[in-house]
């Protein structure tokens, strides 16, 4: 067994001893080439979540602050993390992620570049369809609900005292032109598309939530 595979059984079990967790939409399994998943962010369990419920290896861009706290470190690092930095431009973290990506890898990525405060979807970053067209692989956009409730950004620890439920939609891969990589406008609706489906994809997450 593979360090990524033991931290990931370990955080499986962990998750699913304190909370439920419903994963619907499309299988991801089915998918074994490289793409990019991207994801709406609220807590710093949302990659935790990701990892136990995606089969395959995932190789996450995170913030360098994550890395300042011990045990996330520790995690992420184990299961591939990439650390950037939010206040300059990452050449380094842009070309091992193409390069990830070309050797069938999967990148994952929370295209808001922070945690929302408030649970709503910000404004995504333009670096993650840059990144797929430059790669030419799809996006698969995922919706989370359920682990703002249990680890929002103002808490300190999670909420372990109370039966919350985490839900996970998989939506079905965005495929893009990369014959328009230098086209302006075609990179900013590409961008609008994918952040119009991933909020879509977090209130369907967050309804499913609401039913249990």
Partial sequence: MTIYKFCRFILNIFIRLFWSVKVKGVDIADYKTSFILAANHVSY???????IAVPRPINFIAKKEVFDIPILSYIFKKIGAIS???KSINP?????SITLLNEGNILGIFPEGTRSLDGELLELKIGIIKIALQTN????????SGTYEIYPPHAKFPNFFERH????????????????????????????KVED????LAQLAKKDCMRV
């Fill in 45 to 51: 369990l949302d990659p935790v979540i990701l990892a």
């Fill in 84 to 86: 950037v930095d939010r």
């Fill in 92 to 96: 380094g973290a842009i070309k091992k």
């Fill in 137 to 144: 692989v799809p996006i698969i956009p995922v919706g989370l």
């Fill in 165 to 192: 439920v985490i839900c996970i939609y998989f939506g079905k891969p965005i495929f893009f032109d990369e014959n328009k990589k230098k086209d302006v406008e075609y990179t900013k609706k590409a961008l609008l």
């Fill in 197 to 200: 489906k991933i909020r879509e």
